[in-house]
């Protein structure tokens, strides 16, 4: 079977993308209507990240780049492809764990994760190359993601929805313009907090909006920053107003097997959109290559 985001798929999210984004925005923000592209050169830094974010939610689906320093991991590079409906994504990291200078595959679809790599990272896999592991979800917040270990828990979340973090920051700044893989875009920058954030969710006017930002909030926990401290976090948008990169750097912490907090390190990862609304499709591995992590387990427990 394959999964994929073209057709009907696709027509169906275009319909309904102002009526999400706008639930987003609560509806009343002044940005997202027909008359912001008249007066678009007088949004305000703040006005502008949210006519961004509306116009990063109306995606069907990305080509992205991932670079920098991951908690737990070091240097990490990644590319992937993802759809937003059905929801899968299929992606190349280096820099993981003892095969760091090799990549590891892993395709997400009909909710099930699929990996393949070197055994020295995955165990031994019976002689197949791809290990399966279900029920898996990605692209969600922190309580609701299950990738078995295997993706970096800030991988986890949907670049999309990431994107949009720098919304609830009570203080935008613009921070000059530049050029990103060759794309004219505009720079903002700002300080994120989860006190903020809560503030931005609790004034959302409706269920669409609040269910929205809440999904923003999940996917800011998620980054597992030091609890009280803040993300500086910069967004550069082209000139069509859709996210086009941004950079997340913060401290992260964790708490150790006796339940105490401890310093991770930093995070310092930028995301950058490279194709947007290409066609992707996900196909599960031959099933005669794939073993399952419950098989494993299995074969691993000991006989009564």
């Known amino acids: 079977m394959r999964f994929s985001t073209a057709g009907s798929v696709r027509r169906r999210r275009a319909a309904t993308a102002a009526v999400v984004a706008a639930a987003l925005l609560g509806g009343t923000s002044g940005c997202g209507t027909a008359s912001d592209t008249a007066a678009e050169a007088d949004l305000t830094p703040a006005q502008s990240v949210s006519r961004a974010a509306r116009t990063t939610l109306e995606l069907t689906s990305l080509r992205y780049r991932v670079t920098g320093t991951l908690p737990g991991h070091g240097k990490v590079r990644a590319e992937a492809s993802m759809g937003v409906r059905p929801s899968v994504m299929r992606m190349n990291i280096t820099g993981l764990g003892k095969t760091e200078d090799k990549p590891l595959q892993i395709r997400f679809a009909g909710g099930a994760m699929y990996t393949e790599g070197d055994t020295a990272a995955l165990g031994d896999t019976l ?47 613009e921070a000059g313009s530049g050029t990103v893989d060759g794309t004219p875009t505009t720079h903002y920058r700002g300080e994120v907090t989860g006190k903020g954030l809560r503030a931005y969710q609790s004034a959302a006017k409706g269920k669409k909006a609040h269910k929205l930002r809440t999904d923003c909030f999940d996917q800011f926990m998620a980054l597992g920053l030091k609890v009280g401290s803040a993300l500086t976090m910069d967004l550069w948008v082209d000139e069509d ?16 097997g006796k339940g105490r907090w401890v310093d991770t390190g930093p995070l310092d990862m930028t995301v950058t959109f490279l194709d947007v609304n290409p066609s992707v499709t996900v196909e599960p591995p031959a099933a005669g290559d794939t073993v399952d992590l419950a098989e494993l387990v299995d074969g ?3 006989r009564g």
Not at 128 to 155: D, F, I, M, S
Request: proline share 6%; net charge positive.
């Open 241 to 256: 107003g859709r996210a086009k990169q941004f950079r997340m750097r913060g401290r992260t912490n964790a708490l150790d």
């Open 300 to 302: 691993a427990a000991p």
């Open 127 to 173: 002689g197949k190359r791809w290990l399966k592991a279900e029920p898996a979800v990605w692209g969600r917040g922190a309580a609701y993601n299950q990738t078995y270990r295997v993706v970096p828990r800030q991988l986890e979340g949907s670049p999309l929805v990431q994107s949009t973090i720098l919304s609830g920051a009570e203080d935008i700044r």
